[in-house]
């Protein structure tokens, strides 16, 4: 069986008696910022009653600021010398470096050569490649859920 941050991504249960507080905090994730909220079991009627409100209102967050709906991770923020997420300049090897995580949830890697396409051409043609496997994964993962 699955545990409750599996079934519910974003979605953590708080029980803490010594401020007497017990619900369900979401905190949504996505370019940067942070959207959070608890639902109150006392407040919505019950613990199910929390949980079905704290899921609403994270999936309707997600829809406002325009986060994709899955269940898995997504990375929004650029630590690479490219400023790209998941694209990466080799300088030393002359490339652009691209990486995904495939649907089997292994890494994916291909590269795009410099010398053959120029340093912008190459830079865009990797963006691109990302771009097109990160949506295959999305698209795929929601047709999965729509299925549900």
């Known amino acids: 069986m699955k545990n409750q941050a599996e079934k519910h991504k974003d979605i953590a ?3 803490q008696a010594s401020k007497r507080t017990y ?4 905190r949504v994730r996505f370019n940067g910022k942070i959207h959070a909220k608890l639902f109150s079991d006392l407040k919505h009627g019950g613990r199910a009653a929390s949980l079905l ?4 209102w994270r999936d309707s967050t997600e829809r406002e600021i325009g986060k994709p ?3 898995r991770n997504i990375v929004t923020r650029s630590n690479t010398n490219a400023g790209v997420v998941g694209v990466r300049l080799n300088e030393k090897l002359n490339r652009y470096e691209v990486s995904w995580v495939t649907l ?3 890494q994916g890697k291909t590269t795009v050569s410099i010398l053959r396409h ?5 830079f865009k043609i990797a ?3 990302r771009q097109e496997k990160e949506a295959e994964r ?3 993962n929601s047709k999965k859920a729509s299925a549900y």
């Open 138 to 140: 999305l698209q795929i």
């Open 104 to 106: 089997q949830g292994k």
């Open 13 to 15: 249960r708080v029980d």
């Open 127 to 129: 963006c691109e490649r």
């Open 69 to 71: 709906r899955t269940d």
């Open 23 to 26: 619900g369900w905090y979401v």
């Open 53 to 56: 409100a704290a899921i609403a």
């Open 118 to 122: 120029g340093k912008e051409k190459a």
